[in-house]
């Protein structure tokens, strides 16, 4: 079945940087759209960032420049680096594939920054 497992989240200090990883399983990841979505609380979830199969990329513009999403599409993973952690990223922080007409979710990663 298909899965997208996040990992990497965690207590982060401000200006501190993160990894995120989402490894996926049970579909053909290497010509998925792959994305990061982030949901802070009472707030509405929101695309931070996506890559495409050519490996072109966009992002928010709140987050570019402090925000990098990458693949490697052999070990079937997606990655989120952040950098110059702010409070207001802290976030649970999704992973979202889209398959052809198909879209898929992780369980989320939560991320705090705070000191």
């Known amino acids: 079945q298909v899965q997208l497992v996040e990992s990497g989240g965690g207590l982060v200090q401000p200006g501190g940087s993160v990894r995120l990883s989402c490894a996926a399983s049970g579909f053909t990841f290497s010509s998925s759209v792959m994305s990061w979505y982030r949901q802070a609380p009472g707030k509405e979830r929101e695309l931070v960032a996506t890559i495409f199969r050519s490996g072109s990329t966009n992002y928010a513009n709140s987050v570019k420049g402090r925000f990098t999403i990458s693949r490697t599409n052999y070990k079937n993973t997606v990655y989120l680096q952040i950098d110059s952690l702010k409070p207001e990223d802290t976030a649970v922080y999704f992973c979202?594939?889209?398959?052809?007409?198909?879209?898929?979710w992780g369980q989320g990663t939560q991320v705090t920054v705070s000191s």
């Open positions: 979202n594939a889209r398959s052809g007409s198909d879209n898929y």
